[in-house]
């Protein structure tokens, strides 16, 4: 008995030496088939985030915040995907935002259009951001305020 037995075994039960054969072919051809399908579909990993992709995700926060927490701003209709578009920013990442906004409210949201990274970047300037304003509302409200207005996404009310 060889040392990978124990594994055999787990794998296929007590299966005859061909039957064994058999099942590994099938399983090899299956796998085969799964790695042309996905070599042909262009289908690859996700590429990380550019810096670029990091500061789209951090304005779309900051301009859903900001709004929010901060009295005399409100948000500029169509803005977001605008700016994206300047900034060359794919479209697919204001979607992701979207989506793990909703995850992170508890709301339906489409687990097919998430893109880990831009999930832990929302986060991440989630928190900051809700820390610099609860530590000092008023300068982090000018500084965030004229950032955003700056790049037409917010406007006073």
Known sequence: MTRHAPIASALFGNKSPMSVRSEILKRSKKLFTIA?????SGATAAEPLTDQDRGYVVAVVATLVVPAKCPGFEMVSG????????IDVDGSILVAIVNAMQLSAGQT??????????TRVMNEALDALHDAITENQTIECKRWGDFLIDRGLIKPK
């Open 109 to 118: 949201y489409n687990s097919a259009m998430l893109i880990p990274e831009v």
């Open 79 to 86: 803005a977001l995907e605008k700016y994206g578009d300047q």
């Open 36 to 40: 042309a399908v996905l070599y042909c």
